[in-house]
């Protein structure tokens, strides 16, 4: 049974600081997503990331993989309060007809200070 | 935003009473999935289909049964509503040979 687990699962920063949420998995995978959600909202893809040592960047979030350590991170930096959400990663799976079912980890929930 | 709908939004039923809810895509892709997201848990697999009556269990099927007689549309029906059974639930789709996943924006489901 594949368990996703993050850490830590809330968060308050100081705007302008760094800090990563980290995401371990038990089993092997080739798929590793990352979301994020506003309250009463939908889930909006971040990053996907397919192979190992692979690094997305979008503006202040870097998310990188290590697909032999089971782990990936969600780095923050210079956070601001727009970047306040609850983060989650998702491992894929295949299953039947190829179609991949993620697995959530519980989610970090971030709230940037003033 | 991809086209998907589900519906209803929002949804209050009493224990015992069976539920259906929908999930509408206008974007022919091929996967559907049904999740649940409950506070502590994040998401969690309920089913999924991988074409037109073509379906499976996930992680937390019991329950719920599901129905795509239509590539657009993936039905979630609970038999019988429980309390438990209160959460958010959310579909998604997937195109074959495509990894991203998007998200509908979600019912609220309250069995009382």
């Known amino acids: 049974e594949l368990k996703v687990e993050q850490n830590p699962l809330f968060l308050s920063m100081q705007e302008g600081k760094n800090y990563t949420i980290y995401c371990n998995y038990s089993t092997t995978s080739d798929r590793l997503y990352w979301y994020r959600q506003d309250p009463g909202k939908s889930l909006e893809s971040l990053f996907v990331?397919?192979?190992?040592?692979a690094v997305k960047q979008e503006g202040r979030l870097m998310a990188s993989l290590d697909t032999k350590a089971r782990l990936s991170t969600l780095h923050i930096t210079a956070a601001v309060h727009d970047l306040s959400a609850t983060y989650f990663c998702?491992?894929?799976?295949?299953?039947?007809?190829?179609?991949?079912?993620?697995?959530f980890g519980s989610g970090t929930q971030l709230t940037v200070l003033p | 935003d991809a086209g998907i709908t589900q519906s209803p939004r929002h949804k209050v039923t009493e224990t015992g009473t069976p539920v259906t809810l929908r999930c509408h895509q206008t974007?022919?892709?091929?996967?559907m999935y049904w999740y649940r997201q409950d506070p502590g848990h994040g998401l969690r697999l309920i089913h999924y289909?991988?074409?037109?009556?073509?379906?499976d269990k996930g992680e937390v099927s019991d329950g719920y049964s599901v129905s795509r007689s239509k590539t657009e549309d993936f039905l979630l029906t609970l038999e019988s509503a429980t309390s438990s059974q209160t959460s958010v639930y959310f579909c998604?789709?997937?195109?074959?040979?495509?990894?991203?996943?998007?998200f509908g924006q979600g019912t609220r489901l309250t069995v009382v």
């Open positions: 998702a491992v894929a799976l295949i299953s039947s007809g190829s179609a991949r079912q993620l697995t």
């Open positions: 974007e022919n892709h091929r996967y």
């Open positions: 289909s991988y074409g037109v009556k073509d379906t």
């Open positions: 990331l397919l192979s190992n040592g």
């Open positions: 998604a789709i997937r195109e074959q040979g495509n990894t991203e996943a998007f």
